[in-house]
């Protein structure tokens, strides 16, 4: 599974990034999370506010710091 964080490194980026690393630490599985800070690439997505929360090229939140256990209920799609 492959996990993406979008944002341009701000406070809350950053707070998102590190819940969802506590949240692959949680469920079993190879997941690939990647931090995401290029703007062109974030535009690609269609997001027009960070952080977002990408999984396997779907956008599943924007503009919000998600919760570890949210994290692990998207992951489960």
């Known amino acids: 599974m492959k996990i993406e964080i979008l944002g341009t490194g701000c406070t809350k980026c950053k707070a ?3 819940a969802t690393k506590q949240a692959v630490a949680k469920v079993d599985g190879f997941h690939e999370v ?3 800070e290029d703007i062109v690439e974030i535009m690609n997505y269609g997001v027009m506010s960070t952080p977002a929360l990408v999984v396997d090229g779907v956008v599943k939140s924007t503009g919000k710091i998600l919760s570890v256990e949210a994290i692990v209920f998207f992951k489960r799609w």
């Open 34 to 36: 990647k931090k995401v």
């Open 16 to 18: 998102l990034e590190e």
